[in-house]
């Protein structure tokens, strides 16, 4: 495993025999940088921006944090990202990839063989076409979150399993963008989740939300429900138990800090509306995912 900064990720060499297989992962990883970060990635996968990349196999990048990405390849030319959406990188297509101000993170994999070239071929991905807004999406982040915890285990004997987590990511990208809406009413449902998104921590009031998309909190409600199958509320507190599941694993706040920090009107309504949607309480959700003991 090699660190640089917020950059944590591991390159595994795939045999001949691997390389036969539908699919093979020679590359995972998270980044959580600051802007213009250096990243020592082995070749063929380091690059700087004035240059540039073409890598051998294919990839996929997550960006789970920040917006104004700048993302280019030569078939499409420049995009800008932000958190929810996701890349795809191609054999042979030169691309670059950066943030220039604030902190961002995504996570990535690099994949290749038969099944990444069939989704290729049937035109399921396209480097004419690389770029997909999925939002913050469960069923596309948990075999990211899978994949990065195999390299910490037994990154050579995992191959196999690796393989299959990359599949399901990418039958569930695949799926995603089957679903990928369009239309005004869809652009105004992203533009709100990504404000949610942005401020899971804070309570929000929707319907100002609503008049600064200069619709009513009625239509608001309505559209983006059409389009998450979530009404704003919905969705929004859903992130906000989200965020307070990671505060709870990978923190020693007291749960009375953790309701706090995210702005619950007090700890008794935090753990109850947690206790609604997970089926436990805080303390006990602690309790069987932690990472770090509770002070």
Known sequence: MSTNGFDLFRYMPITKPERQRDLFVPG?????????TRHL????????????????????????????????????GKEVLCAGDIAFLFPGVWHRYWRRE???AHRWVHFG???????????????????LHAGINRAILAPFLRLFQRVHSEPRTSQPLMAADTMDLLDAIVAQAKRQPRGRSAALARRAAFFLQQHSQDVVDLKELAATLHISYERLREVFKAETGLAPYQYHLRLRIERAKTILRESSLSVREVAFQLNFENPYHFSRIFKEKTGVSPSQWRLANAQIPPA
Do not use: C
């Open 41 to 76: 990635h082995p070749e063929p996968y380091f690059f700087h921006w004035e240059d540039g990349r073409t890598l051998p196999q294919y990839a996929v990048f997550y960006v789970t944090e920040g917006e104004q990405v700048e993302f280019e390849n030569e078939a499409t």
């Open 102 to 104: 604030d902190v961002w």
């Open 113 to 131: 063989g038969a099944y990444a070239d069939h989704l290729l071929r049937e035109g399921l991905i396209s480097p004419r076409q690389p770029v």
């Open 28 to 36: 995972t990883g998270y980044t959580l940088a600051p802007p213009n």
